[in-house]
């Protein structure tokens, strides 16, 4: 969240939870080399996030510039959210008139609805201009079948997934037969993927009650959807021995009054695939993936011809098990059913075809086995035509659910392709587990980050600490060169750049081993677990005067997806690593025991629980003026993913004050086009770790970039009023004494800053008419400024920055999850702005 990966406890097979770590896509799919799928892969995750109305929908407005606020028909041109383009009825192709209203508090009807309510109906001035019979004209927009649904105007906006809330019920077509059903109570709505249990075993032992469903699962329908298609209310038959029969039909009473949801019933029935009738008949070979482990293809039959929709399919085994046995392995299907086959799709494909249970024989062979079950294969015309576009291609990532443990979303590799099919292999799995074989217009899988945009845990690769062991393999070795054990001592004060919680999650120790691996290891955990490593990694880069005469080496952070790299002074040999490692403490601001070759028990010899930051700020922080890590000669050894140009460099102040942020709606009080603030003070406060860095280096280069580009070319139309538009506070540390010979007892205390709330967004112009230039200085004036290249690079004027909205701009700008909330925020004010001083 806020442009942070979301933490992820990777949990397997049921076990307990591994190491925690943050996860981050944008990182794994750099260190791996790959690519994800497209997000317009996944259709079920769009389809989730659209509100159904759609452009070409009609409906009737209230026309408030007329007398007596009359009625009138209305074409819906354009949505964006809840805001909806709106062009009157007979003004065809003329979009002069066009108007956006917010579907949240606009007047809004279906066709019909002024009548039957004895509302007056009348074409607005423009209309009567245009055409003389205007009443012929609504006569013919009434008669069209092109009204917005009632119930999606009555949702006002809200998308399908959020109908499906906790406690809601629903009702779960049987899996073996289609005219059973049983109801089912929602305990957990993620994205859409339902937690469901089934109603009647509260209370009950363990029992297989709860299953995870996509919403658009073709066995999910609304309460009253088995009465109204003559289907039997029946709890699954493995669960009907728990109660008595006169337990279940008291909770069969309590089903059948469940109210009725009509907006829920619309969704549900809405855009349902109409189920072709089949030519199999009972007795029919196949080849089929398993759906209870699609880790194979292997020989099934056709046992049951339910009616001309449905037939059961069971998958062979030659080893004479029970019917009731058998019935665990069968599956309702039909024609389009995904994961069933012609005989020989396996050969023909060149995929190896598993032989089923009992089989005799060294090799499967179709003709044998036909022969010798006395049976016919299946022909190919009962099977659908194969359709090969999509996106899917080897190698690519995304997230997929465990077939064997379906709480668990795993990171997933595609492995190979074939058809409308394909392979999956799971990450961060404790045991090893086959690739799973699965339809591309699957349910059970997503896009990356999907995860992290619902909130929940994914189970990602685990590295091994292939370092540890080869530091621990090494043993004392040479004693002069051989460092002893650095201990992370977590209860120590982990100071302003390092975040408490990574460190707590590091290690208890690294090597021993020599001096200058293990010591790389440690400084690269500790890059690792700051707030902004790329900070971090500046303070620790080798100045220019050698202060170890020790061994330079290269290390790397990753910040905001930018890659940063610095030459690092390790020290060589046993005798200086205590000194070192207190050293590197007293750089990083930090208890100068927070990790070094002694472990902290109980309390600290430094006594740091009782000090404060500003405490420790004050006694250890950095007493000079000097520019860390910049040498005399002008250039930097610290390399970022956007090189600087030459510009002044201000001072580095010698003392700083940390203060954290309370709230967000701190604004900035400095004029719009003063400085921003030097390049060297950056917000390093705890709470800030996940916030813009509008004054690191990488961000002012952006910003002179923006400024130069701009500055090209000047609009001719007026420009946004900056003032109006709330900027983020720079919380300036305050600078003190250089000297530590103040008194001890009184060490200077943080000024507290004064917050406003954000001010109203007023607009000296329409957005409409915002020109590219436009655009980028409103972007600059907001805390999400870094992004304002992206709007000039992207060409968006005005009328493009109206149809954005949280799914484009993650896609189309390439921006993590909590960036993209941000600056959504701002549109979402430029779009009310909009409405309404110049949509009303």
């Known amino acids: 969240v806020n442009g942070k990966s979301v933490l992820c406890v990777p949990i397997a097979d049921g076990d307990s939870a591994q190491d925690v770590c943050d996860f981050n896509w944008d990182d794994y799919l750099e260190e791996t080399e790959t ?112 009204s917005a649904p009632a119930n999606l105007l009555e949702l006002r906006g809200r998308d399908p997934v959020e109908l499906l809330c906790a406690g809601c019920y629903v009702e779960l077509q049987d899996g073996l037969d289609p005219g059973l059903a049983w109801a089912a109570e929602v305990e957990e709505n993620v994205g859409g993927r339902l937690k469901l249990r089934l109603v009647g075993t509260e209370g009950l032992p363990d029992t297989p009650a709860t299953l995870w469903l996509f919403y658009l699962h073709p066995r999910l329908h609304p309460p009253g959807w088995a009465k109204e298609h ?79 929709q449905y037939f059961l399919v069971t998958m062979d085994d030659l080893c004479g098990i029970e019917e009731s046995e058998g019935a665990e392995r069968s599956f309702l299907c039909h024609r389009d059913s995904p994961g069933i086959f012609p005989a020989q799709w396996s050969l023909k494909n060149g995929l190896p075809l598993s032989p089923p249970p009992g089989y005799q024989g060294p090799d499967f062979d179709w003709a ?22 999509h996106s899917f291609k080897e190698a690519m990532k995304l ?58 845990p994914l189970v990602y690769p685990i590295k091994p600490s292939g370092i540890q062991h080869y530091l621990n393999s090494q043993g004392q070795g040479n004693g002069k060169y051989c460092c002893p054990k650095i201990y992370f001592n977590h209860r120590c004060f982990s100071g302003p750049y390092l975040n408490k919680g990574r460190i707590a999650e590091l290690p208890q120790f690294i090597g021993p081993g020599n001096c200058v691996l293990v010591l790389k290891e440690v400084l690269t955990l500790l890059i690792n677990s700051a707030y902004k490593p790329s900070r971090v990694l500046r303070e620790l880069q080798l100045d220019q005067e050698s202060r170890w005469q020790g061994h330079g080496e290269t290390l790397k952070a990753k910040y905001k997806g930018k890659s940063y790299r610095a030459t690092v002074e390790i020290v ?107 390049g060297e003070e950056e917000d390093l406060d705890e709470d800030d770790s996940l916030s813009e860095d509008s004054g690191s280096e990488l961000q002012d280069d952006l910003q002179d970039d923006s400024e130069q580009s701009v500055g090209k070319s000047q609009p001719t139309t007026p420009s946004p009023s900056p003032p109006a538009t709330p900027r983020p506070s720079r919380r300036r540390r305050k600078p003190c004494s250089p000297s530590i010979s103040d008194d001890e007892n009184h060490p200077p205390s943080p000024k507290v800053m004064k917050t406003e709330p954000p001010q109203k967004l007023c607009l ?77």
């Not at 759609?54 to 964006?80: D, F, H, Q």
């Not at 109409?274 to 039959?301: N, Q, R, W, Y």
């Not at 077939?403 to 058809?419: D, F, M, Q, R, Y």
């Open 35 to 146: 690519v994800s799928v497209p997000h317009h892969a996944f259709k079920h995750v769009d389809q989730g996030l659209q509100t159904g109305l759609t452009p070409g929908m009609k409906l009737e407005v209230c026309v408030r510039s007329e007398a007596e606020s009359p009625y009138w028909v209305a074409n819906i041109i354009t949505t964006c959210g809840q805001l909806l383009l709106l062009r009157y009825e007979g003004y065809q192709d003329d979009r002069r008139a066009d108007f956006w209203c917010d579907i949240m508090t606009a007047d809004l009807h279906p066709l019909g609805w002024s009548r039957q309510h004895g509302k007056p109906m009348r074409a607005p001035e423009g209309v009567r201009e245009k055409h003389s019979d205007w009443e012929a004209l609504l006569e013919k927009a009434l008669a069209e079948e092109s």
């Open 399 to 456: 997230e997929a659910v465990n077939p064997l443990s379906p709480e668990n979303i795993h990171v997933a590799t595609v492995t190979k392709v074939k058809g409308q099919y394909i392979w999956l292999s799971l990450e961060g799995l404790k045991q090893p587990m086959p690739e799973v074989i699965v339809h591309v217009d699957s349910l059970d899988i997503f896009p990356v980050s999907w995860c992290e945009t619902n909130g929940y």
């Open 572 to 678: 060589r040999t046993a005798d200086r690593v205590a000194d070192f490692c207190r050293k590197t403490c007293i750089k990083l601001e930090c208890c100068p025991n927070l990790f070094g070759p002694r472990m902290v028990l109980e309390r600290c010899s430094e006594n740091c629980s009782v000090l404060t930051k500003t405490k420790y700020t004050y006694y250890y922080g950095k007493k000079k003026s000097k520019r860390v890590g910049r040498p005399p000669g002008g250039h930097s050894n610290l390399e970022g993913g956007v090189k600087r140009r030459g510009r002044r460099r201000k001072r580095r102040k010698q003392l700083f004050v940390h203060k954290k942020r309370r709230s967000s709606a701190s604004v900035d009080n400095t004029p719009a086009g003063s400085p921003q603030g030097s």
């Open 230 to 308: 003559g289907c039997t209310l029946r709890p699954p038959s493995d669960l009907l021995a728990l109660r008595t029969e006169e337990e279940w039909e008291e909770v069969r009473q309590k089903i059948t009054d469940l109210p009725q949801d009509e907006a829920l019933t619309a969704e549900f029935s809405k855009d349902q695939p109409i189920i072709a009738a089949h030519c199999f008949k009972k007795g029919m070979k196949l080849e089929a993936v398993d759906p209870t482990a699609p880790i194979s293809i292997k020989p099934a039959t056709v046992t049951k011809v339910l009616n001309e």
């Open 764 to 840: 000296d112009t329409s957005p409409l008419e915002w020109s590219v230039t436009d655009v980028v200085r409103f972007i600059r004036t907001t805390d999400c400024a870094p992004l304002a290249r992206i709007f000039l690079d992207q060409e968006i004027d005005g009328q493009a920055l109206l149809l954005l909205n949280l799914p484009t701009v993650q896609e189309c700008m390439d921006l993590k999850l909590g960036p993209a909330i941000k600056l959504c925020h701002h549109i979402e004010r430029v779009k009310l702005a909009f409405y309404q001083q110049f949509a009303t």
């Open 368 to 389: 044998d086995y036909l022969k010798q079950c006395e049976a016919e294969a299946a022909p190919q015309h009962c099977f659908p035509t194969d359709q090969c576009e």
